[in-house]
């Protein structure tokens, strides 16, 4: 039977079948439930869609900009007046009010890591939704103050550059392995769709309140309806597996992977996933304190520092692709070329937003590391031929002069955009989701993410300073970038395609060569444990450098302390030995089995070995009387008679050990003389 696209087998994993005992599925696991499960079920889709209202407010603050730039009452109540007296604003005020939000992103991605590790992403993706909801508010109640706009957007800022780490750390910590890349990318599929809906909303209000403030303020205002619904409706979501575990809340941990995954508690994906989850959280480092040292010392765990300057150059790579030189001033670029901008800003957010969902399929589908080498080949050509058409066949005096270079511009930004939101928009938020270990996730995201705000706001801030100097020029400055993105993606890039958080980690530790990543192997979990506890993370030698011990490490995840709670310690106490000495039990019963079936293997490959052996011994046997019983009426013949005969019985001293060799020396002399 062919397989169903939409279920996911196990049958490999399963060893009462033959396939699970070709590929060496462990017996210990024999009782578990391999029925296939749904590629995706209602709860995971919830999940991907309503949290990633994150990037919907994210991609609404940064489309909705680029039009009210160009708005005739924005212009008259903030901008400057110039020496004909119209109404403009200079590159340095309209790079702070754009570029300003991007400063209150990066501090707001620095800040919200320790927070989501103290109270949870859910409650973190709540709170920080209403901080851009007060940062809506500022900017709406703007007068002519325009710093006062510039201000709401830097408040607006801090809760946009929370979401963008905590929206995939969510997604990810949460999402099944087979469809985690895919969940991932919707947080880029709804930044996409806030930019477009922020193009539309721009487009209706100046087409029919143009002169008046409604123009910009309705569309502030639907923003902020926005963070309601998701300020509000995360509240009854539940927290992500890993961080409910981490806690103490295993049963609660257990029933959300249940539900996301549409699987039994007994099934082997849930079974295998808390397994995986638990080894990793005990191989993790359970130092506490300052918050400085455990900082520092993120640098120094095993590959950290590797991984955390990859993602921030990933992530800086990925705003010098050039994106949001369209999004943030897409507007202003093509009215350069006397086209009506506002329609021209659809277009382009129209087909970001279509086809970042044929970027869902493709992570899935073909991987990260070839989606995005090929997405910065692409990216490069496009820039190469936008900046060589607007430098050298544009007429940037009078623009209607040469209507065919204007069109030819928009066709290839278009086709940027399509290379753009099919790799590089949605999978680079995937993959730092990926790379990081459980304990460092959120501060390694947050520094991540912090870059990628960092080069946000230079390239908002000095866009205008650039394109005034060099105009169009500057487009073969992204397409360099994307060119060196690509390189940066082939030589440090490891492939995450369909693998576990636990086993990206592994391949991390174990120095896997990133261009043969995808075909990497992950070891059995005893061979995993081995790695951690070289490494010098894994529990027991953490317990032993810092003081913590199995009890402690126990007590700490049921949520006991000593601080005024000694009461709570006695009451659990008993659970906690009972749960140490039932996790004894069960590895010692696990390294037994596992000795068994080796055991068991190595027999039934020396039986083999052995018959075949035989059978290869009797059949050298029968070939040597048949050469001995040839007439040798030929001496060329003879002599070749002679020399394979020869050939044979070398070969059998080889595997006997000269053993047997005087004893068939007679034989064949006997055997010879009767040939005679």
């Given at each position: 039977?062919?397989?169903?696209?939409?279920?996911?087998?196990?049958?490999?994993?399963?060893?009462?079948?033959?396939?699970?005992?070709?590929?060496?599925?462990?017996?210990?696991?024999?009782?578990?439930?391999?029925?296939?499960?749904?590629?995706?079920?209602?709860?995971?889709?919830?999940?991907?869609?309503?949290?990633?209202?994150?990037?919907?407010?994210?991609?609404?603050?940064?489309?909705?900009?680029?039009?009210?730039?160009?708005?005739?009452?924005?212009?008259?109540?903030?901008?400057?007046?110039?020496?004909?007296?119209?109404?403009?604003?200079?590159?340095?005020?309209?790079?702070?009010?754009?570029?300003?939000?991007?400063?209150?992103?990066?501090?707001?991605?620095?800040?919200?890591?320790?927070?989501?590790?103290?109270?949870?992403?859910?409650?973190?993706?709540?709170?920080?939704?209403?901080?851009?909801?007060?940062?809506?508010?500022?900017?709406?109640?703007?007068?002519?103050?325009?710093?006062?706009?510039?201000?709401?957007?830097?408040?607006?800022?801090?809760?946009?550059?929370?979401?963008?780490?905590?929206?995939?750390?969510?997604?990810?910590?949460?999402?099944?392995?087979?469809?985690?890349?895919?969940?991932?990318?919707?947080?880029?599929?709804?930044?996409?769709?806030?930019?477009?809906?922020?193009?539309?909303?721009?487009?209706?209000?100046?087409?029919?309140?143009?002169?008046?403030?409604?123009?910009?303020?309705?569309?502030?205002?639907?923003?902020?309806?926005?963070?309601?619904?998701?300020?509000?409706?995360?509240?009854?979501?539940?927290?992500?597996?890993?961080?409910?575990?981490?806690?103490?809340?295993?049963?609660?941990?257990?029933?959300?992977?249940?539900?996301?995954?549409?699987?039994?508690?007994?099934?082997?994906?849930?079974?295998?996933?808390?397994?995986?989850?638990?080894?990793?959280?005990?191989?993790?480092?359970?130092?506490?304190?300052?918050?400085?040292?455990?900082?520092?010392?993120?640098?120094?765990?095993?590959?950290?520092?590797?991984?955390?300057?990859?993602?921030?150059?990933?992530?800086?790579?990925?705003?010098?692709?050039?994106?949001?030189?369209?999004?943030?001033?897409?507007?202003?670029?093509?009215?350069?070329?006397?086209?009506?901008?506002?329609?021209?800003?659809?277009?382009?957010?129209?087909?970001?937003?279509?086809?970042?969902?044929?970027?869902?399929?493709?992570?899935?589908?073909?991987?990260?590391?070839?989606?995005?080498?090929?997405?910065?080949?692409?990216?490069?050509?496009?820039?190469?031929?936008?900046?060589?058409?607007?430098?050298?066949?544009?007429?940037?005096?009078?623009?209607?002069?040469?209507?065919?270079?204007?069109?030819?511009?928009?066709?290839?930004?278009?086709?940027?955009?399509?290379?753009?939101?099919?790799?590089?928009?949605?999978?680079?938020?995937?993959?730092?989701?990926?790379?990081?270990?459980?304990?460092?996730?959120?501060?390694?995201?947050?520094?991540?993410?912090?870059?990628?705000?960092?080069?946000?706001?230079?390239?908002?801030?000095?866009?205008?300073?650039?394109?005034?100097?060099?105009?169009?020029?500057?487009?073969?400055?992204?397409?360099?970038?994307?060119?060196?993105?690509?390189?940066?993606?082939?030589?440090?890039?490891?492939?995450?395609?369909?693998?576990?958080?636990?086993?990206?980690?592994?391949?991390?530790?174990?120095?896997?060569?990133?261009?043969?990543?995808?075909?990497?192997?992950?070891?059995p979990p005893e061979e995993m444990s081995r790695i951690r506890k070289q490494a010098g993370t894994d529990i027991e030698t953490a317990g032993m450098h810092h003081g913590s011990s199995d009890d402690e490490t126990l007590a700490r995840r049921s949520g006991v302390t000593d601080g005024g709670h000694g009461h709570k310690k006695e009451e659990h106490a008993g659970a906690m030995h009972r749960e140490r000495e039932q996790r004894r039990v069960a590895r010692e019963i696990e390294r037994l089995r596992e000795e068994n079936v080796m055991f068991e293997q190595k027999t039934a490959y020396w039986d083999r070995a052995h018959k075949a052996s035989e059978r290869r011994v009797g059949g050298l046997n029968l070939l040597k009387r048949a050469l001995l019983n040839q007439p040798r009426n030929n001496p060329g013949l003879n002599r070749l008679i002679v020399w394979f005969l020869d050939l044979l019985d070398r070969d059998d001293d080889r595997r006997n050990g000269g053993e047997n060799r005087d004893g068939d020396d007679e034989e064949d002399q006997e055997?010879?003389?009767?040939?005679?």
């Open positions: 039977m062919a397989p169903n696209f939409m279920t996911v087998h196990f049958d490999e994993q399963n060893p009462n079948n033959e396939k699970g005992k070709e590929a060496g599925a462990r017996r210990s696991l024999a009782g578990l439930d391999y029925s296939p499960l749904p590629r995706i079920t209602g709860r995971s889709f919830l999940l991907a869609t309503f949290v990633s209202m994150g990037g919907l407010l994210f991609g609404y603050d940064t489309g909705q900009i680029s039009g009210f730039l160009e708005m005739p009452d924005f212009l008259d109540r903030f901008a400057e007046t110039n020496s004909n007296g119209e109404k403009e604003f200079s590159t340095v005020r309209s790079g702070l009010i754009v570029g300003l939000l991007s400063i209150g992103t990066l501090i707001g991605a620095l800040v919200a890591a320790p927070i989501s590790d103290r109270i949870g992403r859910k409650y973190s993706i709540s709170g920080w939704t209403w901080i851009i909801a007060i940062g809506f508010v500022i900017q709406i109640s703007s007068n002519r103050d325009w710093v006062q706009i510039m201000m709401g957007r830097w408040v607006a800022g801090l809760g946009v550059g929370a979401l963008s780490l905590l929206v995939p750390m969510f997604q990810a910590e949460t999402a099944p392995p087979w469809i985690r890349g895919a969940m991932v990318c919707c947080y880029q599929l709804f930044i996409t769709m806030g930019i477009f809906l922020a193009a539309c909303f721009n487009y209706g209000t100046v087409t029919h309140q143009r002169n008046s403030s409604a123009s910009w303020r309705i569309v502030i205002g639907i923003g902020w309806v926005f963070t309601l619904v998701l300020g509000i409706g995360i509240l009854f979501l539940p927290d992500t597996p890993r961080f409910d575990y981490r806690k103490g809340k295993v049963d609660r941990a257990r029933d959300t992977l249940c539900k996301v995954y549409g699987a039994t508690p007994n099934h082997w994906a849930i079974h295998t996933q808390m397994e995986e989850i638990d080894s990793k959280l005990r191989a993790e480092s359970q130092i506490k304190g300052n918050p400085v040292k455990e900082f520092v010392q993120m640098f120094k765990a095993p590959r950290m520092a590797y991984r955390i300057f990859l993602g921030m150059a990933l992530q800086m790579f990925q705003q010098l692709t050039g994106a949001n030189y369209f999004f943030y001033y897409g507007t202003t670029i093509f009215s350069s070329v006397s086209i009506d901008s506002y329609k021209t800003q659809i277009i382009l957010n129209t087909i970001n937003f279509l086809v970042t969902f044929i970027g869902l399929y493709i992570v899935e589908h073909y991987g990260r590391r070839k989606s995005l080498i090929a997405g910065s080949t692409w990216m490069f050509i496009c820039f190469l031929i936008f900046a060589s058409v607007g430098h050298f066949a544009l007429d940037r005096g009078d623009p209607t002069a040469t209507p065919k270079a204007g069109v030819a511009m928009i066709v290839f930004a278009c086709l940027f955009i399509l290379g753009f939101a099919t790799t590089w928009g949605p999978m680079i938020w995937t993959i730092m989701a990926e790379i990081f270990p459980s304990r460092y996730r959120a501060k390694g995201m947050a520094l991540a993410t912090a870059s990628n705000w960092l080069w946000n706001f230079l390239l908002a801030f000095f866009t205008p300073f650039i394109t005034k100097d060099i105009d169009f020029r500057y487009g073969y400055v992204f397409a360099g970038c994307n060119l060196l993105g690509g390189l940066i993606v082939y030589f440090f890039v490891i492939e995450g395609q369909g693998r576990t958080l636990e086993e990206i980690d592994t391949m991390y530790l174990e120095r896997v060569n990133p261009i043969k990543s995808a075909k990497w192997v992950p070891p055997d010879g003389g009767q040939g005679q």
